[in-house]
């Protein structure tokens, strides 16, 4: 975005630029979740953080295909969002002196980012829905289908047995 002019003037602009976004923010947890494999204790949490970190891999190829579809330029723009979770992430989990607790605090840290892209791609499903390309909202459904599954997963290991052995 210009500091001068408002380049994003039209709905099918807004959708480009949010494809943009959610592709930086992709590649940025690609990077991320290798790292967050590697300090989980638990091993169920870790394998689903590198089960994660195949599934994002697609995420950035199918956003690539949608790009492509709809006729854009391939290209990331800065996402501070996810920049400032990845931050916080490596923050708290830097002040965490008990690795179960850390594992604790690495579901929190990876269901910020979850949640961050299931808000995302929800609304670029709709748009893309609206400018009549219910093609990329197919392609686009895929990856929020894999991101609710996701969070849902770090749901039921928390509850399941990390709080507790967290807590104990
Ligand atoms: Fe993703
Ligand atoms: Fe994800």
Same mark, same amino acid.
């Given at each position: ?107 929190? !840290? !990876? ?58």
């Amino acid at each position: 975005m210009g500091l001068f002019t408002k380049d994003i003037k039209t709905m099918n602009d807004l959708f480009v630029h949010q494809l943009q976004d959610i592709y930086y923010a992709e590649k940025q947890l690609t990077k991320a979740l290798p790292k967050m494999a590697e300090k989980a204790a638990d091993k169920e949490l870790r394998q689903g953080f590198l089960k994660h970190l195949d599934e994002t891999k697609m995420h950035v190829q199918r956003l690539e295909q949608v790009f492509q579809m709809h006729g854009a330029e391939i290209k990331a723009v800065t996402c501070p969002a996810i920049d400032g979770i990845i931050k916080e992430a490596d923050e708290t989990a830097g002040d965490v002196a008990d690795k179960r607790v850390l594992d604790a605090a690495l579901i929190n !840290a !990876a269901q910020a980012a979850e949640h961050y892209e299931i808000a995302r791609y929800g609304s670029l499903i709709a748009w893309a829905k609206q400018l009549g390309r219910n093609d990329c909202a197919a392609i686009l459904q895929k990856t929020l289908d894999e991101e609710k599954a996701t969070d849902q997963k770090l749901t039921a290991l928390a509850e399941g047995k990390i709080n507790l052995k967290a807590a104990s």
